[in-house]
């Protein structure tokens, strides 16, 4: 323990008392509405939950304090009349932001090993669990990171999926089916992606690892290591058009420059944002066609663009006008290696194709 245990555990239990008001909103039906006293009162519950996660990831709680404070935890909820039910609720409501219903997915007690016993048995644990696998199982896919983003409150998931793979893992550990040593290196891992650490676990204990876990385990979703993408890059662009109508061809040459502006550590905490512009000229000339416009030349104007991302992965678009016609453009799959930043971009006039190419930027 790096701080005294029992100053913050007298923190972490005031926290904790807050879900036994629950029992003021009756059964817990008609959702999670944030408007009213249930709302709060659940919403409450749940931050305790993300002031676990934290204190665990900062070493402020050994095993036995972080067992024992969430048991504690799922006791007060489970001792509450309608407590489980208007728990899952609002997991659905606000940190899954309404994507399905809660109402078959809060389980049955159960009984599983004596040391967790407390803990598994209580309906508020359970439910949180099956909350975090179904999210993950089923709506995170394909795209982890760009559909966690789209929950109601993706970090605070991310916090109560910290705190079920912390469990798995201490429970693993005080059953003997790990060494210390795995349980310290699993534990640091949650910190990067609780997934991923969970993934680590089956893989320790010789059991078979899921599909979706591979997939959502595969990829950086919070304190994300640094890579270094804070800066201006530019560089150039290219490609061709064709343009068919009423009997007529046209070749449309583009060129120009692509600059992009980035800030912030390309973690979920803490996203890239910044500036995306386009710049160039078009090239207009008839390829074939008679009494036809005989092409000429124009510049991009009026171009506005954004950037996003997370993972490290650098995401831009943006829209602009040629002559008097608009056109999008988006950089996708952007990654910085040293001083360059590679990318896909794509430009699109709504002609016979899209220009769709990779390009290199370097930073200024």
Not at 126 to 153: I, K, N
Not at 230 to 246: K, N, Q, R
């Amino acid at each position: 323990m790096k701080h005294s245990s029992k100053r913050w555990m007298a923190v972490l239990l005031a926290l904790l008392v807050s879900p036994l008001v629950l029992g003021a909103c009756g059964g817990g039906g008609g959702g999670s509405s944030g408007s009213d006293d249930q709302g709060g009162d659940v919403s409450d519950a749940v931050a305790a939950l993300v002031v676990l996660d934290a204190a665990a990831l900062n070493g402020q709680m050994d095993v036995v304090e972080f067992v024992e404070a969430l048991d504690q935890w799922a006791t007060a909820v489970d001792a509450v009349p309608g407590g489980p039910q208007s728990l899952a609720d609002y997991l659905d409501g606000e940190v899954a932001g309404g994507s399905f219903s809660s109402s078959a997915r809060v389980p049955a007690p159960k009984t599983l090993q004596q040391a967790f016993a407390d803990l598994k048995q209580t309906t508020a644990y359970q439910t949180v669990e099956a909350f975090v696998t179904t999210v993950a199982s089923s709506l995170l896919l394909p795209d982890p990171v760009g559909m966690l983003l789209e929950l109601g409150q993706p970090e605070v998931f991310v916090s109560l999926a910290s705190v079920k793979a912390r469990a798995n893992i201490y429970e693993a550990l005080v059953n003997n089916e790990i060494d210390p040593v795995t349980a310290a290196s699993l534990a640091d891992r949650v910190r990067r992606n609780p997934f991923d650490a969970h993934k680590g676990l089956l893989e320790a204990k010789s059991e078979t690892v899921p599909e979706w876990v591979e997939t959502v385990g595969g990829v950086c979703l919070r304190d994300c290591p640094p890579v270094g993408g804070t800066g201006m890059y530019s560089g150039p662009f290219s490609g061709t058009m064709t343009e068919t109508g009423l009997g007529c061809v046209w070749e449309h040459s583009l060129s120009g420059i692509v600059d992009v502006t980035v800030t912030g550590s390309g973690t979920l905490a803490d996203p890239y944002e910044g500036a995306f512009d386009v710049s160039g000229t078009i090239a207009t000339v008839l390829v074939s066609g008679t009494e036809c416009d005989p092409g000429g030349g124009a510049p991009i104007e009026d171009f506005f663009g954004s950037v996003s991302g997370t993972s490290g992965k650098v995401e831009a678009e943006g829209d602009g006008f040629i002559g008097t016609a608009p056109f999008v453009a988006t950089l996708t799959n952007g990654t910085v290696s040293g001083s360059t930043l590679t990318a896909t971009f794509f430009l699109d006039l709504g002609m016979d194709n899209a220009i769709s190419s990779p390009v290199s930027l370097a930073r200024q």
